[in-house]
């Protein structure tokens, strides 16, 4: 079956500018994962969401980060006002449950956010 | 939430064995161990999960002494396609709270 997709792949902006980027995860996942890495780092924790719901919000960087998700499936990470350092890859990822820290979290290919 | 400590980096050859040694301490009695492994350009991928002894899939073992506090991933005869980035993660299934933390992982680079 289709694996999580993540649109655009690639996306350069200019300063200043808002940006949405998109995570379809594994059909039937309940749990959707934002993490965003910085060249040659680990992964910094965004946000979770459990259906619709966000437990844990704690990971957005400022107010600027917001995350939605509708229908307990698409998700949109809508990042206002970019700065040069909000240039990462973004990565998506869903598991079939929660548990976050236990179950196999399946990943995206991840969207490139560069900010001119 | 317990965490984790492993190498930044190591260095192998073709054909060795390979083991990573991830520390957890303050590991709580309902969590486990579980490793992913991510390939540059990539995102990370599961390898293995375990929760005490020793647990072989076709990829990797997992070895957990009898304290938990530390776990061994061990990859058997790697080759270059093996050079990735390894990250140990420690939680429960019970906990939908906790913040995952990844860390920076080992970077694993394989020479011929």
């Known amino acids: 079956g289709a694996g999580v997709s993540q649109s655009p792949s690639n996306k350069v902006t200019e300063k200043g500018k808002d940006v949405e980027l998109r995570c379809d995860p594994i059909s039937g996942h309940t749990a959707l994962y934002w993490y965003r890495q910085s060249l040659g780092q680990g992964l910094e924790f965004l946000i979770y969401f459990q259906g619709n719901s966000a437990p844990d919000k704690s990971g957005l960087p400022s107010d600027r980060f917001s995350a939605e998700r509708t229908g307990g499936s698409v998700s949109t990470l809508t990042i206002q006002r970019t700065q040069q350092e909000d240039s990462a890859v973004y990565l998506c990822a869903s598991s079939s449950q929660g548990g976050i820290s236990y179950n196999e979290q399946f990943f995206g290919p991840g969207t490139r956010l560069t900010v001119l | 939430l317990a965490k984790t400590t492993q190498p930044i980096s190591m260095d192998s050859y073709e054909g060795q064995e390979v083991n990573i040694t991830c520390s957890h301490n303050n590991i709580a009695t309902n969590d486990y161990i579980t490793w992913y492994q991510q390939f540059p350009s990539q995102g990370p991928r599961f390898i293995i999960q375990?929760?005490?002894t020793k647990v072989t899939n076709e990829v990797a073992s997992l070895f957990i002494p009898a304290d938990r506090k530390s776990s061994t991933l061990s990859l058997p005869r790697v080759s270059l396609s093996d050079t990735a980035v390894y990250y140990c993660l420690v939680g429960s299934s019970l906990n939908r709270d906790d913040k995952i933390i990844f860390g920076k992982g080992t970077r694993l680079h394989i020479l011929p």
């Open positions: 375990g929760y005490k």
